[in-house]
């Protein structure tokens, strides 16, 4: 079965931490670039991090600059997300998106997309809440 599978969200105090996983079954991720998204209650969904299939490359939103690190194991076919000294308007519900490289090479432009790009998968979302 071809999808991506978020985990690691949960509960958590400002200041603490969480990593985030995404994990890819069914296709391998080393063709792929691949994307954070979130989206808190009542907001529009935005591009948090983002990483090129090599990993040479990332981009960062600037919410989460110096906050936050994207990496990526391609040999496990995962792609993670360090998120440090965590905020309350970090609560959200946090997506992994995958788009082939050939269409989305560049990290920059996979957390900016065009409207109504269509990425190639979205995963279902991890909750995230910062609260104390």
């Known amino acids: 079965q071809v999808q991506l599978v978020e985990s690691g969200g949960g509960l958590v105090q400002p200041g603490g931490s969480l990593r985030l996983s995404c994990a890819a079954s069914g296709f391998a991720l080393d063709y792929y670039t691949i994307g954070w998204f979130r989206q808190a209650p009542g907001k529009e969904r935005e591009g948090v991090s983002c990483?090129?299939?090599?990993?040479?490359?990332?981009h960062y939103a600037d919410a989460v600059k110096g906050r936050f690190t994207i990496s990526r194991d391609n040999a496990k076919n995962t792609v993670y997300l360090q998120m440090n000294s965590l905020k309350y308007e970090d609560t959200a519900v946090y997506y992994c998106a995958a788009t082939f490289r050939g269409q989305m090479s560049t990290a920059r432009t996979m957390c900016n997309p065009p409207a109504g790009f269509p990425m190639d998968y979205w995963g279902k979302g991890t909750t995230v809440t910062i609260s104390s």
């Open positions: 990483i090129d299939s090599s990993g040479g490359s990332t």
